[in-house]
């Protein structure tokens, strides 16, 4: 999945970046937009290693790394492990998550919904429907939630679903002008959005698996699939 992610992107000109996994405060939540105090800081969902330092909850801090490393214009998806104290059916501590950033002069709203059009379509199908609502993320603004239609019951209603027709796939928005600041880029020239979702939810929907643990547990009957 993270491969056909990589392909799809770099159709639209996108670089593959990485960042380190072991992360400072500052880079994860400061300089995106999260101040002290914000609920995402919580010790219920991250790892922190000592005052400073913390296992990435996100990859979003390597928005920030690289604005200040390569500047504006910037085409980037940064796939990697994320970790979080998260672990069901659907969620591992430890899992993938795709950040992509565009910054550019004249960037609009317009250009962040054709590239995620672009994006479901080529993932999940060229029959699926896509439609945007809007959400809260503090480094964003406005802020959008990308939902598809149903690949189950083609957005009739079903379980998967829970009988709304459209799935929840990720979160995008137009980057705020304090993140850009923060990663040296000047908002009154450029403007960008960013997008981030999960690989392994990305590959359940694709190929209809129920329970995200069966990606790591090595049963023979998925691994001889490969």
Not at 73 to 91: A, E, M, Q
Not at 108 to 120: H, I, R, S, V, Y
Request: glycine residues 10%.
């Amino acid at each position: 999945m993270t491969r056909e992610i990589r392909r799809v992107f770099t159709q639209l000109g996108y670089l593959t970046l990485s960042g380190p996994e072991v992360e400072y405060d500052r880079y994860n939540f400061t300089l995106v937009n999260m101040p002290p105090g914000h609920p995402s800081r919580d010790t219920q969902d991250t790892f922190y290693i000592d005052d400073s330092r913390l296992l990435r909850t996100q990859t979003s801090p390597v928005q920030i790394r690289a604005m200040v490393a390569l500047g504006a214009p910037l085409r980037v998806i940064v796939p990697g492990k994320v970790f979080r104290r998260d672990n069901d059916p659907t969620h591992s501590p430890v899992f993938h998550q795709v950040e992509g950033l565009l910054v550019d002069e004249g960037v609009t709203a317009g250009d962040l919904k054709g590239t995620l059009e672009f994006f479901a379509r080529s993932i999940f199908g060229a029959e699926r429907a896509i439609r945007l609502r809007p959400h809260n993320f503090s480094f964003t603004e406005p802020s959008l939630e990308l939902d598809v239609s149903c690949m189950v019951c083609g957005g009739s209603g079903c379980r998967l679903c829970k009988h709304s027709g459209w799935i929840e796939v990720l979160g995008s928005g137009m980057v705020h002008p304090d993140v850009l600041r923060n990663g040296g880029v000047d908002p009154e020239r450029y403007t960008g959005f960013a997008f981030g979702f999960g690989i392994e939810r990305a590959a359940q929907l694709a190929y209809g698996i129920d329970d995200v643990r069966i990606l790591y547990e090595n049963d023979v009957r998925l691994v001889g699939q490969g």
